[in-house]
């Protein structure tokens, strides 16, 4: 099964697609950037990074393309530079 994840290179999103990524799902992960304290999602079988604003429909339709689900894991759980 194909999974998007919101939030997909954060702390809740990496370990989620580590779990799915491990059982055969293929995983895409959409963040604005990569957490640079923890770069493992992107080395995952089965995965891909998308780029994306989640205020973007359009972007967001794009990485949702072929999912059979989406987990919605992006958020700020602590403002930094401005958020």
């Known amino acids: 099964m194909r999974i998007a994840i919101t939030g997909g290179t954060?702390?809740?999103?990496?370990?989620?697609?580590?779990s799915l990524?491990?059982?055969g799902h293929e995983v895409v992960l959409i963040a604005r950037g990569v957490d640079q304290r923890d770069r493992s999602a992107l080395d995952l079988p089965h995965s891909c990074f998308f780029p994306a604003d989640l205020g973007s429909v359009e972007e967001l339709a794009r990485a949702f393309s072929g999912c059979s689900g989406v987990a919605h894991c992006a958020g700020i759980n602590r403002?930094?530079?401005?958020q």
């Not at 954060?10 to 580590?18: I, K, M, Q, S, T």
């Open 10 to 18: 954060g702390f809740v999103g990496r370990h989620l697609a580590r």
């Open 21 to 23: 990524a491990v059982k």
């Open 79 to 82: 403002p930094l530079r401005g």
